[in-house]
């Protein structure tokens, strides 16, 4: 499997990039600044089996996109799965916000979803998938989080759109939408993360508090033949918590 993960070198994005790309796949992991992480990502992938590429650059414009994916079809001309979990954790009060500082987290967060998918479609064949990780900060007002959660709002409409365009070339487009989960972001977004991962784990009814493995092992079966006709959904993957 050959996969393109914007945001790979960390969190979610680093896991899903490992899951998809091991045992013979091969993983191109879009990052922005931190190279120590980048390395990181790499090392991961090739311990479980895969190869990994790291392409540096930012994704939240549409010049930067292209390059990103120029990069990538130096390498090949074939993207199985194309998944966006980059994220800007601009944290602040909506009536608070830097405007300029607020559209460059929530063009990265939620726009650069269809920057990446329109500069990749000539990568992507009958069969390719296209994931949009997502919260449920989209729909439940969280302080501080509405860089995030309105761009993440944004994208799940965007999938829909993609999914009825897509669907005649054969290419599937689908948000997973994961509960909390011990993330860089969500330590850069509230003032207590641990308390507040500590009450999800309490409160969800599946008895405890989601993994990183959960949400990966999601998104593997989502791209799998199996799940073919799933087109233009949410996912949540939350063990029940927000039911």
């Not at 130096?74 to 800007?88: F, I, K, R, S």
């Not at 479609?121 to 989209?138: I, M, Q, T």
Request: hydrophobic letters at 40%; charged letters at 20%.
């Amino acid at each position: 499997m050959t996969v393109l993960v914007t945001g790979g070198s960390k969190g979610i994005g680093r896991r899903i990039a490992v899951r998809l790309a091991a045992d013979g796949g091969t993983a191109f992991i879009n990052y922005h600044s931190d190279d120590e992480a980048a390395e990181e990502a790499v090392e991961a992938v090739e311990t479980a089996g895969g190869e990994g590429h790291l392409v540096k650059g930012n994704v939240s414009t549409p010049e930067g996109a292209q390059a990103v994916v120029d990069r990538v079809t130096e390498e090949t001309d074939n993207l199985e799965q194309v998944v966006h979990c980059a994220v800007d954790p601009y944290s602040t009060p909506v009536l608070d916000a830097d405007l300029d500082r607020f559209t460059d987290a929530t063009r990265l967060n939620g726009v650069a979803l269809l920057y990446i998918v329109q500069a990749a479609l000539p990568l992507l064949n009958d069969g390719s998938s296209v994931f949009f990780l997502s919260s449920r900060g989209s729909d439940t007002v969280v302080p501080g989080y509405a860089a995030i959660g309105t761009a993440k709002a944004f994208g799940e409409s965007l999938v829909r759109y993609l999914a009825k365009e897509l669907a005649p070339k054969g290419i599937r487009a689908n948000t997973v939408a994961a509960g909390p989960l011990d993330t860089e972001a969500i330590h850069e977004v509230l003032d207590d993360p641990e308390e507040r991962l500590a009450a999800a784990a309490e409160a969800n009814p599946s008895g405890r508090g989601l993994q990183f493995e959960d949400v990966t092992e999601a998104v593997a079966w989502l791209s799998s033949p199996e799940a073919k006709m799933i087109n233009g959904q949410i996912l949540f993957v939350d063990g029940g918590l927000y039911v």
